[in-house]
């Protein structure tokens, strides 16, 4: 009973830590400066909601929401694709090398991307990509790969051998076994994958940093650094500004918990 309480409390403890941030700051987005200088955490007595409507309009975020929002459909459904088939064929095909190539893939979750950003800010400049949205897109989902064939290969590799068995006697191409029985016996884990990509890229901030001076191509987290920037002392509009960025977040989390839990509890593989 001790340590069901403590477990619970220590629970509780994390949960607050995790929330209590994003509360302050969703308050101080509906408050006026006066109010925030008297008491931070005291509720506003009339809900500024025309902080929001200023800041998008002054931080020019409805551009940069398009953009977050573009690359990280584009970088989520191929890294999806790609890694299951990377995964796929290192879990199913022995092929001299694999495991050599696999360890090499590997490296991309090993070397940070501080460490790659100047060569790969020279090798977009070399392609003529600065200042674009493939200079954001195409090496993001060359970082996704790393950890999606990690991942979709123990997924692939804990599927029993029986059910590949059947599948080949009943003359199946090993592009049909991928996507008609293994992809389909991934669902939950996939989901998950695609969530993880998901948060990842829209959270991104150095890449598009380096790789886009241009403010048309920005994403939000780059947006609300020079919209930050240019409103240092009105802090209710920088709340503002940092809730438009995490509220998408905090919905798609919550739509899709349960499949997220699913996905990293169950596995890939149903009974």
């Known amino acids: 009973m001790i340590k069901r309480g403590l477990a619970y409390a220590v629970l509780v403890l994390g949960c607050l830590i995790a929330i209590v941030p994003f509360a302050i700051t969703t308050l101080a987005s509906l408050k006026t400066m006066p109010e925030i200088v008297q008491d931070v955490l005291a509720l506003p007595a009339t809900p500024a909601w025309g902080n929001y409507a200023e800041a998008w309009e002054q931080g020019r975020f409805s551009r940069f929401f398009l953009n977050s929002t573009v690359v990280a459909i584009a970088v989520v459904i191929p890294s999806v694709v790609f890694s299951s088939m990377t995964g796929y064929a290192f879990a199913r095909f022995r092929f001299r090398g694999s495991n050599a190539i696999f360890g090499y893939l590997l490296l991309g979750m090993v070397v940070p991307l501080q460490a790659m950003v100047v060569p790969l800010f020279y090798l977009l400049r070399e392609l003529n990509m600065l200042d674009s ?5 195409l090496p993001q989902i060359a970082l996704s790969m790393s950890f999606g064939t990690l991942l979709m290969r123990q997924t692939f590799a804990s599927v029993p051998k029986d059910i590949v068995e059947a599948s080949v006697l009943d003359g199946a191409s090993s592009w049909q076994i991928l996507w008609q029985v293994m992809f389909p016996l991934s669902r939950p884990l996939i989901g998950t994958l695609g969530l993880l990509f998901f948060i990842w890229t829209w959270n991104e901030f150095l890449l598009p940093l380096v790789v886009n001076i241009d403010p048309d191509y920005h994403t939000l987290p780059v947006g609300l650094l020079y919209f930050q920037q240019r409103w240092t002392s009105n ?15 905090i919905l798609i989390f919550m739509m899709f918990q349960k499949q997220l839990i699913r996905g990293l509890t169950e596995g890939a593989l149903k009974g």
Request: hydrophobic share 80%.
């Open 133 to 137: 949205l493939w200079a954001l897109i």
């Open 235 to 249: 802090m209710p509009l920088i709340a503002a500004g940092a809730t438009i960025i995490f509220v998408p977040l």
